[in-house]
């Protein structure tokens, strides 16, 4: 079996790539090559080519956060050679939070002898998310997160809580209507919706506390618009992931697991985030593809 690092240099604060060299080092019989990304983009094209060439299974390592993540698995749709492991060295790495400590995902013996399993896969036209597709509110977060995310003190690992300040004077109202399994799940206006394969959103925000990853199905939760005074209120509970849990909140959210979610945008350019991603366009039509990818486990995380 081969094994390729796929590694963006760029991602987070410290590029990983010496990191993964030092570990990597002396490890005698493992068949191994590194690729680093040169532009946005890079990953998908390169590792959708490498399936194509190679006629055996290849392990694509994604060295860095959830954009790189989403990248290499884009690139693997449709090549079922193509195994998918994580080295995250983002700034949030939301995606390995569903299994617990990314720390077990840094540690390079721990991920090479980890344990395969098939999980879903968001598809929303011809582009995907493994973790999340989310809009209104979110999307004017992970937009500002893109312009700050390299700069010092608001960038980093608070670029998140710099999009979310920026949101909270320009996104408390989005107009649209989103549409889950042929059920209307809002009037016209969101706060925030989210459609979930993972469990978490903005390196700490557990938005999905109910998600798995492998049944079929994406977490879906459209929040009506509230006072910002409510929101601030409301947030620790988003964070924490007691929301679902509190009928206090129950009037203000509606909450469904679907296979198919309807977007018809408010406005022109409607924006959405995947994976972080911004995509811009008037609808959206997202799906959940079961078992879409194969993916390992780190092996203390593995779960029978």
Do not use: W
């Not at 601030?232 to 007691?242: C, E, I, V």
């Amino acid at each position: 079996m081969k094994n390729v690092f796929i590694v963006n240099p760029t991602a987070g604060i410290k590029n990983p790539l010496a990191d993964i060299e030092s570990k990597l080092k002396g490890k005698q019989g493992f068949d191994y090559e590194i690729y680093v990304t040169q532009s946005k983009g890079d990953a998908t094209r390169y590792v959708s080519q490498k399936c194509r060439e190679c006629d055996e299974d290849i392990t694509f390592y994604s060295c860095g956060g959830d954009g790189t993540l989403n990248e290499v698995a884009s690139g693997m749709v449709g090549h079922d050679n193509a195994i998918l492991a994580i080295y995250p060295s983002g700034s949030g790495n939301d995606y390995v939070k569903y299994y617990g400590d990314k720390q077990e995902f840094l540690n390079i013996d721990n991920l090479i002898e980890g344990k395969e399993t098939r999980i879903d896969l968001i598809q929303v036209g011809d582009r995907y998310a493994v973790n999340a597709c989310h809009f209104g509110l979110d999307s004017a977060v992970a937009k500002k997160m893109i312009e700050v995310k390299h700069k010092k003190i608001v960038g980093g690992k608070n670029a998140y809580n710099t999009g979310v300040l920026y949101a909270l004077f320009t996104a408390l109202k989005t107009k649209c209507r989103v549409i889950g399994d042929g059920e209307p799940l809002n009037d016209d206006k969101i706060l925030i919706c989210t459609c979930v394969n993972g469990k978490y959103v903005g390196g700490s925000y557990k938005c999905a506390p109910r998600s798995l990853n492998d049944d079929g199905y994406m977490e879906v939760c459209c929040i009506k618009p509230v006072s910002i005074f409510k929101f601030l209120k409301f947030m620790k509970h988003y964070k924490a992931g007691d929301y679902l849990d509190m009928p206090a909140l129950a009037s203000y959210l509606t909450y469904k697991r679907c296979k198919k979610v309807e977007i018809i945008g408010g406005q022109k350019n409607f924006i959405i985030s995947l994976d972080g991603e911004v995509v811009a366009g008037d609808s959206f039509e997202v799906n959940i593809l079961k078992g879409a990818l194969r993916f390992i486990v780190p092996k203390t995380l593995y779960q029978e």
